[in-house]
């Protein structure tokens, strides 16, 4: 049974996705995904939040709905916090089912309903601060938090529980099993959580971080005593947890990171690599922490997330042709499509006949406000003094990165 009990007014329905698909068409998702979405009842009922059929997550949604004595016909409301396809894709079967309830968005949100899915009647458009009354002593509030991640989001607020219904903020990738509630994982489970959720906010949220920090300070006045995302745990014994993590992660946007390293690396025939080899020396001399991810052989949804949580990285790749190696310059295109900016950056690379690497590089993080140290390329192999040079660089990014 996929129903789990928040309040008296308040319950949790959940459908876990389990699927070789990736998310929003680029980001693995090998532990899967959960869908959430919320029951609250007064004298009227109102559904926060769909979402798609994905792996059967309608009947399991169906088989929790059902499991509180009710069904999609008796909802009089469903509200939409965020109108992404994955939370609204059975939004044209909902309405077959139950043509009387209304739609509530923000304006932006209705227009998304309207192109989307054609829906032209029963849609009411919120305002910020607006306050739907269910009855019973039973209300909702609805506040714009525009661009976390899409323009037209905004959070519900059910006061009587402490309730925040965020949709895609504070939520993190992981299916969630037979439990939701943040009291019923082990510290380990945590962990794992934990990586998940700064490889969500890496790969979906990280180009808005001064919004999630915005939205944050917009919150501060409510009483929030539990937290209810559309993707992962809800955080009912410690929802100040889940809300500080996003804070962190959306500080590295302006401060650059934690005092670690990301190394990102590609090799042809393993002359970059024999470089790279003494700059992690270098590193490790230095007592900094530093990731290793090698391109393509591990995808960008997990590179970008130690990327995004480093104050410094280093790119090592070969020339390719008189460019930069192609699994590189993928790479360095979602850095740029994600904003990782204000990072301090070695870069270094085997070339073969002639270089090309450093100008196409030099293009591609244009804008990304990065710092460069001393760069190092070589022909062919590297030399007893490149390899010297090397791990200094390697120290001396790392000296940096310490501060």
């Known amino acids: 049974m996929k129903m789990y009990t928040i309040s008296d007014a308040v319950c949790c329905l959940h ?21 959430n979405t919320y029951l609250v009842r007064g004298e009227k009922i109102a559904l926060i939040d769909l979402f798609c059929d994905w792996t059967n997550a309608a009947a399991q949604i169906r088989e929790g709905l059902s499991s509180t004595g009710a069904d999609f016909g008796v909802v009089d409301y469903l509200i939409l916090n965020h109108l992404e396809p994955d939370h609204t894709g059975w939004l044209r079967e909902f309405r077959a089912l139950n043509p009387r309830a ?14 989307f899915y054609g829906i032209e009647e029963g849609l009411r458009a919120v305002k910020d601060g607006e306050v739907l009354d269910l009855g019973g002593g039973v209300s909702l509030s609805f506040f714009e938090t525009p661009n976390i991640h899409w323009p037209e989001t905004m959070v519900t607020w059910e006061p009587n529980s402490g309730t925040l219904f965020s949709c895609d903020a504070f939520g993190s990738f992981g299916a969630l099993g037979d439990r939701v509630f943040d009291d019923a994982f082990s510290p380990e489970e945590h962990d794992f959580f934990e990586g998940e ?27 929030i005593r539990c937290v209810a995302p559309s993707h992962g745990i809800v955080w009912r014994r410690d929802p100040r947890r889940i809300m500080d993590r996003y804070l962190r992660y959306a500080s590295y946007a302006r401060d650059g990171g934690e005092r670690e390293i990301a190394v990102v690396w590609g090799s042809m025939y393993g002359n970059t690599r024999q470089g790279l080899d003494a700059v992690i020396r270098g590193i490790e001399a230095e007592g900094v922490p530093h990731s290793i991810h090698r391109v393509p052989d591990e995808n960008v949804s997990w590179v970008l997330a130690d990327v995004y949580k480093s104050a410094g990285l280093v790119i090592a790749m070969p020339s390719y042709e008189y460019a930069m190696f192609p699994p590189m310059a993928y790479a360095l295109d979602i850095f740029r499509r994600k904003h ?15 270089g090309g690497a450093k100008k196409e590089y030099d293009a591609a993080v244009e804008g990304l406000k990065w710092t460069h140290t001393e760069a190092l390329e070589w022909a062919g192999a590297p030399t ?3 390899l010297t040079a090397l791990e200094e660089r390697g120290r001396e990014l790392a000296r940096i990165i310490k501060g």
């Open 15 to 35: 459908a876990d996705i389990e699927t070789t698909d990736l998310f929003e068409g680029i980001w693995p998702i090998p532990r899967g995904v959960s869908l």
């Open 102 to 115: 209304e739609i509530i968005a923000t304006a932006k949100g209705i227009n998304l309903v309207k192109s």
């Open 197 to 223: 959720t700064l490889r969500y906010y890496a790969n979906i949220v990280s180009s808005f971080s001064a919004f999630v920090e915005r939205g944050v300070q917009k919150l501060a006045g409510l009483d």
């Open 340 to 354: 990782i900016t204000g990072k301090t950056v070695l870069r270094i690379g085997s070339r073969g006949w002639a």
């Open 384 to 386: 007893a003094a490149d």
